[in-house]
């Protein structure tokens, strides 16, 4: 009896053995299931395992299977299931994103636009055999076909001067216009540091007219200070009345087409300021005696194809009608200026030399004292671009060693100064000094 008793007792001891093995073995797989369905969230941690022996209560147990579940996922073996409740991104929020790229790259084309800089250049051109030792100062010229100017972009581009159009005569009635860009491109490009001339676009047909536009248009330039020439732009227009009028043989002589230009330019002497005459090769060739002109006045000529040929005496040339720069939408007119240091010039007009002294008739006192007499001097042996530019400080100061006040006793402009190289102070007397001379300073 006993031994049964001890065989039962053994039967019924396997049996909870073997109920608890189970019992294990069931959680084991329980365990396992729930470490994968949550091994995307899990991936690398350790779960809790179940109560056995040899295993404390609360320690954590890493299973291999979890570890090699999470590499399969990363692998990209098992797709993640997207979690409840999740929201996609609404539509103005994706407007949103979009208008912020759209900002940044309209500002960072700008910022490419900006640093893309379309500058003046010789390249192309063949200068006549008397400038061979010249200077060729850039320049354009503008009217109200331009719109709205940079300036300030034009003047960091290496254009050093601009003859800006102040008037026109309407080719069909005769009337006279002002331009209607004048007054803020005078203003744009003073601000700029950009020397200035101004035109008025001619068709006038007798002396008496052109006395006309040049009143009209020294009334027009009062306000400003204006360091260049004043211009007749004289040319035909096709079909406009001054072409009436050569077709109509009233003009069969150049006299008639001289005594035009040179009452213009006597009117705006007689009124202190220097004269041009502003013409294409073909007009100062097979119309008018550019010898005869030149002996007058400054000759500023329009040719194209990289050559002048003009045998008169000039010192502006037009040589292109469609060139690019910098803060000018579209093309533009491209002006050489052209200086030639040591020359002696018989006219009237305005010639820069480094150093020489020009005789102009300037307004003020018919007292004056030569700016060619005083001295300039500046406050640094050498400059270095600021803002794309430099500015030196000069001093003037007369014989007796008096210091002249700017703005009343002479004016300054700068040429050549955007770059490391040689620049030129052009420095006006005004009020009771006259004359003109330029000055070089260097750059590094």
Known sequence: MANIDKYNKDSKADARIEEKRRKNAARRAAAKAKAGADADANVGTSIDPPMSAGKKPGERTVYKDCANIGAS?????????????????????IAVIALILLFIIIRLAAFIGSTSMHHLSDEGLIHADRFADSLKVHGIDVSSY??????????SAEADFAFIRAGYRSSKTGELHEDKMFEKNMKAARKAGIMKGV??????????EAEEEADYLLKLVEPYDVEMPLAIDFEIYEGGRLDQAIQ????????????????????????????C???????????MDSNMIGDEATIWVAQYGGKCDVEGEYMYWQCAEDAEISGIK?????????IEPGRVYPTKAWYIEPGRVYPTKARGSKSQTSIGDVEVT??????KLKN?????KVTVTSKDGKKLRSGKQYEISFIRNTTKSTGYAIIRGIGKYKDWTAVPFTIE
């Open 73 to 93: 996922a990363k692998s990209g073996s098992r797709k993640r299931s997207p979690k409840k409740g999740g929201r996609r991104p609404s539509l103005k929020f």
């Open 146 to 155: 331009q719109k709205d100017i940079n300036w300030k972009k034009v003047k």
């Open 199 to 208: 035109y008025f676009y001619s068709q006038a047909i007798t002396p008496e």
């Open 248 to 275: 109509t043989g009233n003009m069969a002589y150049a006299s008639a087409y001289h005594d035009i230009v040179l009452a213009f330019c006597d009117r705006v002497e007689k009124a202190g300021y220097e004269s």
């Open 277 to 287: 005459v502003y013409a294409s090769y073909d007009m100062l060739t097979n119309y």
């Open 330 to 338: 579209g093309t533009v007119d491209h002006d050489i200026w052209y």
């Open 378 to 383: 500046f406050d640094k042996d050498t400059y």
């Open 388 to 392: 794309h530019r430099a500015k030196p």
